[in-house]
């Protein structure tokens, strides 16, 4: 298995909350000097995009937004590299990949790669209907091979650590998985 934290993978639509992934993962990268896989999963030929498809500074002018297939590709493609371009920048190796198919699977493939996956909290098709987390990211959750590290609304330092422990498996993974993070990094480690 991957070492924790040495190698991440961010995956990126385009949106606020992707961005804010790409940050927090760029924080934990210094502090591990990690390499950073960026990634953005296109919808199958034939699905329609709901992804934002640019970096978050990146605002699309009535008629002037990606129509065709080629294009949204491209942006996607930009958009990696906009991203890979800032973790070389923060001095961290970073990889590109981009992906057609199921969100959630291509993900999962990705993460059999790295050590921790990080996303942002609200997956696009969360956004519509009101759920928090969205049908894209519990399925990640769920069936990941890896942590995935769901940042919140800014990048923070990490410097505290809450693990819910309910007893079971899942929970002693997550406890085992925070405390080796918490010894690595000094941070305080809080069970509820």
């Known amino acids: 298995p991957q070492p924790m934290f040495t190698s991440l993978l961010v995956g990126l639509d385009g949106s606020p909350e992707a961005h804010v992934a790409l940050s927090q993962a760029i924080l934990i990268g210094r502090q591990f000097h990690s390499r950073i896989v960026v990634a953005h999963i296109s919808p199958s030929p034939g699905h329609t995009s709901e992804m934002a498809l640019g970096a978050p500074w990146m605002e699309w002018t009535a ?30 190796e970073a990889e590109t990949a981009w992906r057609s198919g199921d969100t959630a699977e291509s993900l999962r493939e990705l993460a059999n790669e790295v050590g921790v996956v990080c996303v942002g909290r609200l997956g696009n098709r969360g956004k519509a209907g009101g ?21 919140g609304s800014v990048p923070t330092p990490m410097d505290r650590v809450l693990v819910a422990y309910a007893g079971g498996p899942a929970s002693e993974g997550a406890l085992a998985f925070a405390a080796r993070f918490a010894g690595i990094t000094g941070a305080h480690l809080d069970v509820l």
């Open 63 to 92: 008629g002037h937004a990606p129509v065709t297939r080629s294009e949204h590709e491209a942006a996607a493609h930009r958009m990696l590299e906009d991203a890979a371009g800032a973790v070389r920048r923060a001095g961290l």
């Open 131 to 151: 759920d928090a987390l969205g049908p894209d990211l519990r399925a990640l959750i769920r069936r990941c091979p890896r942590p995935v590290l769901v940042c």
